[in-house]
């Protein structure tokens, strides 16, 4: 297994999941009382709508209540530590993501646990599709010019993010490392601000999820260059990847579910039982597909593999770039 879940086919394969005999060891008693789901962001984003969608779901599955918590802070490190912190019962579950899973281990000097030792993986659940964007005066029309033009002028070209550290900035460090570029990195709040920037001409490009950039590409206000996927986005059909210019190049915001590490393996594997047959149910993909998001499945230790991947692949890209947040 490389750096990706090949064998998930990104949604296209989804897993059994563990036998039924692991799943009565659980014992007929759990859950016997309300589940808390930590989503380590505030209220109103897409990871905190996805993970109330994931909530609903397996509580009609487990027939107990799962009652969202938010604990935003510190790029999710607060919510992430509070539920490293917390008993092993399998009653505080953690809705990660690509940067709490696999990347602020990496980035932040003290983030308050450990991902790869304080966590226990349950399963994964979903990614969001990402897509480079450029300005229409751009002379760039697709990834190949963009590295020429990049080269002509280093440090010149400028992409925007939602903040330091964030998907859309790792996607740029990532691109600039392995294309051999010098692009320069702004930082904004959000990823609104970036793309008005954007599309005021005032950034030459940048990365965003494909549901937001949808209706400017569909304006022509901005070009989609490429998607940052390993296969191309059902949504963009004519848009090539990344990784057909630069080989190997893959990145997606993903999200998943993890439990305190002490967590019994029993629990682990009836929780992923339940959130695999969730996520195989056709309503519920429409679901997240609806958001924009691209549902896909894994056992625990699939999962578990796959963040250990995530993990080394990023560390390398923020090493090199010498990124580091407080």
């Known amino acids: 297994m490389k750096h990706r879940l090949r064998g ?18 659980a014992g007929s008693d759990y859950p016997d009382k309300p589940i808390r789901l930590v989503v380590p962001f505030p209220p109103g984003g897409i990871t905190d709508q996805l993970a109330r969608d994931v909530g609903h779901a397996l509580a009609n599955r487990l027939h107990q209540p799962v ?19 917390a008993p092993g019962d399998g009653y ?36 969001l599709p990402n897509v480079l964007l450029v300005h229409p005066s751009v002379p760039a029309k697709n990834v190949g010019e963009l590295i020429v033009l990049a080269k002509k002028s280093p440090g010149r070209l400028t992409y925007g993010s939602f903040g330091n550290g964030s998907s ?11 294309a051999g570029i010098d692009i320069t990195h702004v930082p904004y709040k959000g990823s609104a601000a970036a793309m008005t920037d954007l599309l005021g001409g005032r950034l030459t490009m940048m990365f965003d999820s494909i549901p937001t950039a949808l209706p400017m590409v569909r304006d022509r206000r901005a070009r989609a260059l490429a998607v940052t996927t390993e296969a191309r ?3 963009l059909p004519d848009v090539p990847t990344v990784a057909s210019t630069v080989p190997d190049y893959e990145l997606t915001a993903w999200f998943g579910i993890a439990a305190p ?22 309503s519920f993909r429409q679901k997240l597909s609806s958001q924009g998001a691209v549902a896909f499945a894994s056992t625990s230790t699939q999962f578990g593999s796959y963040i250990h991947n ?11 770039a010498n990124i580091r947040l407080d």
Request: charged share 20%; net charge neutral; hydrophobic share 45%.
């Open 8 to 25: 998930l086919a990104w949604g296209a394969m989804l897993v059994l999941g563990p036998s039924a005999a692991g799943v009565a060891a």
């Open 67 to 85: 009652l969202v918590e938010n604990r935003p802070g510190a790029g999710g490190n607060i919510g992430a530590t509070t539920v490293a912190r």
């Open 92 to 127: 505080t579950l953690l809705f990660g993501t690509f940067g709490t899973l696999a990347v602020n281990k990496s980035l932040y000097d003290k983030p308050g646990y450990d991902a790869l030792k304080d966590l226990a993986p349950v399963g994964a659940v979903a990614y």
């Open 168 to 178: 859309a900035h790792l996607a740029g460090e990532l691109l600039a490392h392995m």
């Open 233 to 235: 986005s059902e949504q």
């Open 261 to 282: 590490a002490a967590t019994p393996k029993s629990i682990i594997d009836r929780l992923n039982t339940e959130l695999v047959a969730a996520l195989k149910e056709p």
């Open 310 to 320: 995530q993990y080394e692949k990023w560390d390398k890209v923020i090493k090199t």
